[in-house]
């Protein structure tokens, strides 16, 4: 152990090291806070009150503006214990107080072994706590997020469509919502693996997260599947919305090691209306009916129950290049 005395008091200093150096412990001394050069080499700072320029308050002060990790022991006369106890509410571990017959040397070593024990404490709590919340925000993570794709998961999907659809029902507010489904997914699988498949999902679930606003809620719904809320959003803003997200994933490939895959979305959209009183199931329904017409119709395109966003015909994505 290594510890530093910060006296003016060169004999007082002598004192305090000499016994220290009996327990085996390396003892260095100054006589000002501006002589300290390299505060992290020590374990423990013995600090005395009566010291020129500044007093030991007002070097501990300056110790925690400096960041000082060595816990400080505070060293005071009789009569200062008011002054000790305020070194304590300023971080100080502990106080000895000095007396005449020089007792307080020989309480010295167990006053520091005391606040030692006290700071290896300290250290394992704050790591403990550190941990804690590193693991909590990981569970609040995978409570709310798919863990593959960094998506909200249909858990949170869930809860979030009542949410919106209340909003929209007290405040008389368009809502849309949109179900994506990624074209030949199996055929993606068969070809590249699962772990090609779920490098696709990644892909897409950013290229999602990307294109839509700030106020949208994209999240996986299952399988190769994705659900994306729109709030405040008319039926047709929502389907022009969506043949942005498809062509944004229909125009990146995804490369691997033996090829690349060219992926292509079929969007099925539907919006909420509040006089039908309407739940979230009936709404991610009509939004599943929707997909199935983007299906039957060839893949690759977006559509609705009302009608498709355009009245382009582009053959679906299917195509997938293997290098040789």
Known sequence: MK?????DNAHHAELAANRLKQEGWAVDHIDRVENLSNPDDYNFVLLD?????????????????????APVIFMTGHGNEVIASEAMKLGAYDYVVKDTKLVYLDRLPSVIREAESKHKLLETNQFLIHELRKANDRLQRLTFTDEMTGAYNYRFLKSQLD???KRAERYSKPLSVCIIDVDFFKQINDEFGHPGGDATLKKVAKILNETVRTVDFVGRYAGDEFLIIFPDTELQDAMSLCERIRQAVVSEPITFENGEVCVSLSIGVSDFHPTRRETADRLVAAADRALYLAKKAGRNRVESVVRPVSSKREKPVANLQLSS
């Open 3 to 7: 510890i530093l005395i910060i006296d």
């Open 49 to 69: 009150y009566h010291m020129p320029v500044k007093n030991g308050i007002e070097v501990l002060r300056l110790l925690k503006e400096k960041s000082v990790k």
């Open 163 to 165: 949410t919106e659809i």
